[in-house]
DNA sequence: TTTTCATTTGAATATGAATTTCAATTTCAT
DNA sequence: ATGAAATTGAAATTCATATTCAAATGAAAA
């Protein structure tokens, strides 16, 4: 229904917030880049384009978009949090080769609905979820002498 | 089959290390505490029975007890790594609540059927998959001024 | 537009868990 | 018991995350 970047600029309205043009520039190269982005990756995203921005304030502006409900925190299993675009409606899980760090994207409403009943049986009340299912992708089961694939 | 306590003394043979009294204790606090421990919270737990340990080393054995099968990692959402016993059978998954950090464990062999599935459709090989569900217990759920529960 | 004041920025610094260093201690095969 | 090799643990380091604060910027008022 709504695009990200409105929802983000609603947040940024309705929280007495700013609009800079760090705010812009982080916001759109984020939005348009449709992968799992650290502060870091971002960071040097942006550099590359010959966009300045510091990385305290990338930090602060994922934070924002993640609380704008625009972005979505991922934990690949590696230490550093990353980011993912979140749109309306594309829950998705993860398979991540922990060869090659890539991922393939995945949905199963038959999980989903699995969940559901689960925690119904306990009472309990979800409000997110997380499944990530490490192994090797069909790339690098492929290749004997395994580096990065993607 | 083999006790966790048997599985870690047959690693330390393989890989020509010492048994020591540290690695001793701390595996055996380890195993008799069934909950979700971080090294620090190991740590204290060893303190509080007056045993001596290391920060270090309760580190050090933790990843030994991990490497040697006997332990996983566990990620509840915070940011500290924890790390629980694995015995042969008893994966499980998460329903972690995010008002008093309490956990419930589930298992649910219809979702895990699915996954399996799920990585079959995409030629991908599983080793380990992590399901955390996150959201609000029973307890707290019915008490208003919601604080700790467990 | 100019003034005013709160918000934001970003380099530097702090934090804290994870990890490593290294001298002293302990283990264990001989 | 001896000695080479492994282990310990206090302290230091690393590295991502988070905060500080003076300068810069945004936006509302004058
Ligand atoms: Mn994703
Ligand atoms: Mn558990
Ligand atoms: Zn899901
Ligand atoms: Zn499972």
């Known amino acids: 229904m709504k695009t990200p970047i409105k929802k ?21 190269v984020f939005l348009e880049s449709r992968r799992h982005l650290s502060v870091d990756e971002l960071y040097e995203l942006l550099r590359n384009r010959g966009i300045s921005a510091g990385r305290a304030t990338v930090f602060r502006t994922l ?16 230490k550093v949090t990353r980011y993912e ?7 998705h899980d993860h398979l991540v080769c922990t060869v090659c760090d890539s991922y393939i994207e995945v949905y199963s409403s038959q999980i989903e609905e699995m969940q559901e009943k689960l925690c119904a049986e306990h009472g309990f009340k979800p409000s997110s979820h997380r499944l990530d299912i490490f192994g090797i992708c069909l790339k690098c089961s492929k290749k004997k002498g ?3 694939c993607i």
Chains 1, 2 share one sequence.
Not at 85 to 91: M, Q
Request: proline share 0%; no cysteine.
């Open 8 to 28: 983000f600029r609603k947040y940024i309205d309705d929280n007495n917030l700013q609009v800079t043009r760090q705010r812009i520039d982080i916001a759109g």
């Open 63 to 78: 934070k924002l978009l993640n609380k704008s409900g625009v972005a979505d925190e991922v934990d690949q299993g590696d």
């Open 146 to 148: 395994n580096k990065k």
């Open 85 to 91: 675009v979140k749109t309306e409606d594309t829950h």
